[in-house]
């Protein structure tokens, strides 16, 4: 999966994976004398003399040496991924100890199959998207130029597919890993940011640590052809390609061999210049250099990403002490899911014992037993006498009901351990009101709104990411085409001037230094499934219903609202209050009509006077929504002679009767 894009970020031909940034190719001649191609009439001209290389053999086999320790911690982590595999694969009695008689077929159920697809849907349902907020109020623009764009970047890579494909291996494998390279060869040479997933099977951190960013070492290594390598890489073609490491394998139907493969190893490393971390980076096949930024002058100062962070973020599903990964859903139902495949299996032979009629023959029996066994033959001949013992049937005692009791109670362990009730699912339990059904909903999937918030944390380090790659790698202007506000295409050009280093204002005369502008990021669900629509709509119409719409009462409403809890509450308390300061002026405007048209015609005036009263009394010729669509049926108007809202003066009502004695 990670060949051609680890290729990506080599930079080891024409400018690649250096973000735009020409390699210095060395000459290998200790600054002989090379051929001028650049318009200097083919004179000689004096090669500078290169540095020794800092990265030698020596260092390649002790940065092997390393990796061979990570894999070697790593291993029984490997083991995991590849029987979790497996188990998904549908083939999980190869795992199992007990496994019965080998002759049996064994069929094993998909009770966790059917976790895996639940959780992989609600990941998708709640895909993210991103809002870029600024830390400081000069910086508002750039954050709305970055929320335009962001999406249109996830877009240009494939995002939601990369999304898919880690939602997958977090809901199996219990981690999600993305990368965020820069990839030089992307718009012809001018290069763009590249995001994709990666297996966790060949990623190797330091053991004992949570945050893979604290790792002293990170390795990423794949599996290549090497003729395809030695054709891509000319200094190859006489090198041995070959190592002492090797690469864990997944069991497939096809059958993968790694014997005309070389791994190819892309390390990443920290050095410390003047008390700051600076990432390093060197891509090797055996003990062959194919590209190493401590050797490339123009990038070993400032270091592979100046962010200095390794260009991985991990997405763990349920967190495990001393390593970066998880537990997925095959882990936490395997247990239970083994007893139900057991039980299920032991039931199903029992149950085809006693469906298929056996019988005892004697070795001497008169019966012929070919004839015996043809059901449409209605005669059976037998020769000689025959004994009550010459044919038997075999008794067969069929299972007490307490065992399918006990294989129910492994799938009900199964569906609550791993958060997969039957509401989760469309089984709402004779309830049909859509409302009922979110609600159950929205409670029993707490487990994967929890999963769903780990994701948005990772998703929102992904971004950081990609906005430390527009800061760094931007420099020439891009133009994006969004979806203006208006519902138009926009065409917004972005590079990285915004998100430089920017003068503070000084105070006093004082010179206050530089600062980076810095940016949060809050994330909600892009796409919502029906349900929770259907009760967005029905509180909407509730609330329209209630009179909440109504300018009369808008300040009780802003006070109501205030106390609920739903999405997009303050963009309604917004509107809201703007649509109380345009009924305000409204009426100033019609109170000055007014005036006017009791000097200029008064029959007009008089008009406009008995419009206003209709309305104050509740006769308006056109009522307001709310009084029409009001569920009870009554408009705003409640006793005669007043414009109160009808569910009011019930309310009044209930109280009075409540409190007076009896």
Not at 52 to 64: D, G, I, S
Not at 248 to 258: A, G, I, V, W
Not at 320 to 336: F, H, M, N, T, V
Not at 352 to 371: C, F, T, V
């Amino acid at each position: 999966m990670s060949e051609w894009l680890n290729d990506k970020d080599a930079a080891v031909f024409g400018n690649g994976g250096t973000g735009g940034r020409m390699i210095s190719a060395p000459t290998g001649n200790g600054g002989g004398m090379v051929s001028d191609q650049t318009g200097n009439g083919g004179r000689m001209i004096s090669a500078p003399t290169m540095p020794p290389k800092k990265m030698t053999e020596e260092r390649l086999m002790q940065a092997n040496k390393v990796l061979k320790k990570y894999r070697s911690a790593k291993a029984q982590y490997e083991q995991r991924l590849f029987e979790d595999e497996k188990w998904w694969r549908g083939h999980a009695w190869d795992t199992m100890q007990e496994r019965g008689n080998p002759n049996d077929p064994k069929r094993p159920t998909k009770w966790l199959v059917n976790v895996i697809l639940g959780k992989h849907a609600d990941l998708m349902d709640a895909f993210p998207e991103p809002v870029i907020l600024p830390r400081e109020q000069g910086d508002e623009q750039e954050a709305k130029k970055l929320t335009s764009i962001l999406p249109v970047i996830l877009e240009q890579n494939d995002f939601e597919t990369v999304y898919s494909g880690q939602a997958w291996e977090k809901s199996k494998h219990g981690t999600g890993a993305y990368a965020v390279y820069w990839d030089s060869s992307k718009l012809n040479g001018l290069g763009d940011i590249s995001i994709c997933g990666i297996d966790m099977m060949n990623l190797y951190w330091q053991p004992g640590i949570e945050d893979i960013q604290k790792s002293e070492h990170v390795f990423l290594v794949s599996a290549q052809d090497q003729e395809q390598l030695k054709k891509r890489y000319p200094e190859l073609a006489d090198k041995n390609l070959k190592s002492d490491l090797s690469l864990r394998q997944y069991e497939t139907e096809l059958k993968n061999t790694q014997s005309d493969k070389a791994l190819v190893i892309d390390w990443y490393y920290h050095t410390w210049e003047g008390g700051q971390k600076k990432l390093q980076y060197c891509k090797y096949v055996g003990l062959n250099v194919l590209y190493a930024s401590e050797d490339d002058p123009q990038v070993a100062a400032a270091g592979w990403y100046a962010d200095g962070d390794f260009p991985f973020v991990l997405d763990p599903l349920y967190p495990q002490k001393e390593s970066p990964a998880g537990w997925g859903y095959i882990d936490l139902g395997r247990d239970a899911q083994e007893e139900i495949d057991l039980l299920s299996y032991a039931i199903q032979i029992n149950a085809r014992a006693g469906a298929i009629p056996r019988y005892l023959r004697k070795d001497d029996s008169a019966i012929n037993l070919e004839q015996f066994l043809d059901f449409t033959n209605p005669v059976i001949e037998v020769q000689g006498g025959l004994g009550e013992t010459d044919m038997m049937p075999v008794q067969h005692k069929p299972l007490d009901g307490v065992y399918k009791n006990i294989l129910d109670s492994k799938v009900e362990e199964l569906k609550q351990t791993c958060g997969n009730q039957d509401v989760t699912n469309g089984i709402a339990s004779g309830v049909t009101a859509a409302s009922g059904i979110a609600a159950l909903q929205e409670s029993a999937s707490r487990t994967s709104r929890d999963g769903n918030r780990g994701t948005y944390r990772a998703y929102k380090q992904i971004l950081l990411m990609v906005i430390e790659r527009i800061r760094q790698f931007y420099d020439v202007q891009r133009t994006f085409r969004i979806m203006g506000e208006a519902g138009a295409y926009e065409y917004v050009g972005m590079d990285n001037s915004g998100l430089a280093m920017q003068p503070n204002p000084p105070v006093a005369g004082m010179d206050m230094g530089w600062r980076k502008p810095v940016f949060d990021i809050e994330v909600s669900a892009q796409k919502q499934n029906a349900y929770s629509k259907i009760a967005q709509n029905e509180l909407a119409l509730q609330l329209l219903g209630a009179g909440v719409f109504n300018p009369q009462l808008a300040d009780q409403s802003i006070m109501l609202l205030g106390m609920m809890d739903f999405k997009d509450k303050e963009k309604l308390i917004r509107d809201l209050q703007n649509f109380q300061t345009m009924q305000q002026q409204l009426m100033q405007w019609r109170q000055l009509a007014y005036q006017l048209a009791l000097k200029a015609d008064p029959a007009l005036a008089a008009q406009m006077e008995m419009d206003a009263a209709a309305q104050e009394q509740g006769a308006s010729p056109h009522p307001s929504p709310a009084a029409t669509l009001s569920p009870q049926g009554e408009g705003l108007k409640g006793t005669a002679g007043t414009n109160e809202a009808a569910h009011m003066v019930r309310a009044r009502e209930m109280t009075r009767n409540s409190t007076m004695p009896e």
